[in-house]
């Protein structure tokens, strides 16, 4: 850890006990680099500093801070005037209270760095420190400066150093009202079980397994463009399927994460999804019955009208006409 670059120096206030530590990035960028070039001739395109006043180019030596007025002034602001600043925090990472680690918003958590102990003598009050944090499973809460201004941080362990995370002040955090839907929305058992199998079958993805493959596909055409060989094809875009609802979203994305082939629909199955409907039928008992006998009647009607004049309503209804009916009426 230590061949890597500081960008701050300073101690670790933890009580009367005092830390010296060096402050390094925990992260970097892996993205690709471009350059802003002139379209017209592929010229590199510059930005330079130029001083209002002598209309020239300075170098970054000759560039320091300012504060400008609301009439314009510039008053300028040197390094050793940032040095009388009236807080403790100037060069100092002040812990004031530790916390359980999920009480902590991770909306509020920005730039992470890692501390390292600055002399050999830091050695011992950075272990104490380190080995405090672990035992009562909480972070440390503190104030630093730094780039102009002061900041609020988090002190855990990660392995067996100290990591900080900056934190945004709870002021800079924004609600959450008005984002949510404001419909009532009823879910139904299913579709929370089968969300529940897609957040299993999705959580077998590990951390580990993933890339940046936007990165990878940029550098694909940027070997490409060097070498002056054909440009990657596109690979088509997938046809939309039509999704009925969201039960059926829910079941294909199961079958696609777990690698399992699509079903396709059965007879059976539409049976069963059109079962409301046939419900919904059978609780008018008088209507089925209506329908059952209205067919009934009509060949009943075709036969003979004189038989269906002689036959009572009562024995017509749900009942099948038969030729040996009429014949025993006949008879009588």
Known sequence: MLHMRSIWNGVISF???RIPIKLVNATESHAVPFREIHTEDGGRIRHRKFCELEDREVTAQEISRGYEEADGTIIPITDEDLAHLPIPTARTIEIVTFVPEDSIDPLQMSAAYYLAAGRAPAARPYTLLREALKRGNRVAIAKFALRGRERLGMLRVVGEAIALHGLLWPDEVRGPE????????TLHDKELNLAD??????????LEDLRDEYREAVEEVVAAKISGEALPEVPETERV???????TALERSVRAVRGEPEVKRSPQRGTTRSSPKETGGRKSTSKAEKKTASPARKPTSKT????KQKTTAKS???????KKTPSRKRSA
């Open 178 to 185: 008005g984002i949510a839907p404001d419909a009532d929305v």
């Open 316 to 322: 017509t209804a749900g009942k099948t006409p038969s």
């Open 304 to 307: 003979s009208r004189t038989e």
């Open 15 to 17: 009580g009367l006990v």
């Open 241 to 247: 399927v039509e999704v009925l609802d969201l039960t």
């Open 197 to 206: 199998d897609l957040v299993d079958a999705l959580s077998e993805v590990g």
